[in-house]
């Protein structure tokens, strides 16, 4: 496994690099769910591509902006899942984004994931390792030094309402309502990493991204950004669900799926369990 960091932190040495001066353009090309990629995208999933062939550790990797499950080294023990540069088009707005890695074993399931790992690339780099517990560490003078655990608070007062707001179902909206209306504070940048990261910090709280009419089963992908975000969540004390369920109870069908998402403080994500199965009545 520490072959696998040590990768993750050489790559996100590189795309801070790349990000500084790189082409925020468009390519002419889409990912499997249907974006268009970035020439960033394309040039952080090769950055990261290229260290894992040398990490003999991997045996498979699946990235966001490739269309197959890609084989590395037959004699691997972990798969790796990741999103290369989430939320890339928030560059040319000088605006936080990241890289998101879920490392699996077996199969790119939920209920398999051992790890999962996400940089933020902001006015600091940071990265963050969940394990059995979640660590973090920040990009000074080219290395990564640890600064702090993350634990969350049982509730929180951040809140971070994602997806398109006149698709949102009326039980979904009146919630979100109502929890402005006890005062939690609107954090949404509309980069995943950043606006997870900042909840954790800060205390707590709940990010949403639900099933909606023109999305009925979300937009974040499972395997490299739901999944791994919901581990680091889980294992920092909070939870992450699909309205009714674990996100990472859910049953993969295909490598680019998506799903509806919480995440949270356990009040937050009770709350949302509770308004949920009274709608489902
Ligand atoms: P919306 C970025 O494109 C991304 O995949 C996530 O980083 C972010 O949470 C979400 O999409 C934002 O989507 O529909 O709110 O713009």
Avoid at 107 to 112: A, E, Q, V
Avoid at 235 to 250: C, M, S, T, Y
Wanted: with cysteine.
């Amino acid at each position: 496994m520490n072959e696998i960091l040590e990768a993750i932190k050489k790559s996100a040495v590189a795309i801070k690099a790349l990000i500084e001066t790189g082409d925020t353009g468009k390519s002419d090309n889409e990912n499997s769910t249907g974006d268009t990629q970035l020439k960033l995208d394309i040039q952080s999933d090769i950055i990261i591509e290229d260290l894992f062939a040398q990490v003999a550790s991997v045996k498979a990797i699946v990235s966001e902006e490739q269309d197959e499950i890609k084989n590395v080294n037959a004699d691997g023990e972990y798969l790796i899942a990741y999103d290369p540069l989430d939320g890339s088009s928030l560059v040319d707005v000088n605006l936080s984004v990241g890289s998101i890695f879920g490392i699996y074993k077996n199969d790119f399931t939920g209920d398999n994931l051992v790890a999962a790992v996400y940089v933020v690339f902001g006015p600091r780099v940071e990265l963050v390792i969940a394990t059995d517990e979640v660590k973090m560490y920040r990009l000074l003078n080219g290395d990564f030094h640890f600064m702090q655990k993350i634990v969350l608070n049982p509730k929180g007062n951040l809140k971070a309402p994602g997806s398109t707001q006149s698709c949102w179902p009326d039980h979904h909206k009146k919630m979100v309502d109502d929890i402005f209306n006890d005062g939690y504070r609107l954090r949404y940048s509309g980069g995943m990493v950043p606006d997870l990261h900042q909840i954790l910090l800060k205390g707590g709280g709940l990010f949403s991204y639900p099933g909606t009419s023109d999305r009925p089963k979300g937009k974040l992908r499972q395997l490299f950004e739901v999944f791994p975000f919901a581990y680091v969540y889980e294992q920092a004390g909070g939870a992450a669900i699909d309205g009714h369920q674990r996100v990472l109870d859910i049953k993969t069908e295909h490598i680019h799926d998506t799903s509806p998402c919480f995440f949270g403080s356990n009040v937050e994500i009770n709350r949302v369990l509770e308004v949920y199965k009274e709608h489902a009545k």
